[in-house]
Nanobody, 119 residues
Framework: QVQLVESGGASVQAGGSLRLSCAFS????????MAWYRQAPGKTREKVAI???????NYADSVKGRFTISRDNTKNTIALQMNSLKPDDTAVYFC?????????????WGQGTQVTVSS
């Protein structure tokens, strides 16, 4: 069974940076597309960034140019580098994994990590 564990969430001021990490276990990591989603209070969960098995990426318009998703197939991890953070980025961030196909539909989810951005 796939397990995903996020880390790196914190409270930061607007304009700051954070790096989230997600550790994958329980299956062959290189076969999965991976993604970060987030859910802000009172809002629906939304896609932030996706990285395919061949390292192609896709971002939500709201984070383009500020966030970067990456994967390390030797360590079975993904990361989300978040720069120029805004209060609107405040949310619980979830790592997930799914088949490498379009459209992407996650099958496995982590527990989430809280990111709070203050103005």
């Amino acid at each position: 069974q796939v397990q995903l564990v996020e880390s790196g969430g914190a409270s930061v001021q607007a304009g700051g940076s954070l790096r989230l990490s997600c550790a994958f276990s329980g299956s062959r990591f290189s076969r999965f597309a991976m993604a970060w989603y987030r859910q802000a209070p009172g809002k629906t969960r939304e896609k932030v960034a996706i990285i395919a098995t061949r390292y192609t990426t896709n971002y939500a318009d709201s984070v383009k140019g500020r966030f970067t998703i990456s994967r390390d197939n030797t360590k079975n991890t993904i990361a989300l580098q978040m720069n120029s953070l805004k209060p609107d980025d405040t949310a619980v961030y979830f790592c997930n994994a799914g088949p490498d196909e379009y459209p992407y539909r996650p099958d496995f989810w982590g527990q989430g990590t809280q990111v709070t951005v203050s103005s």
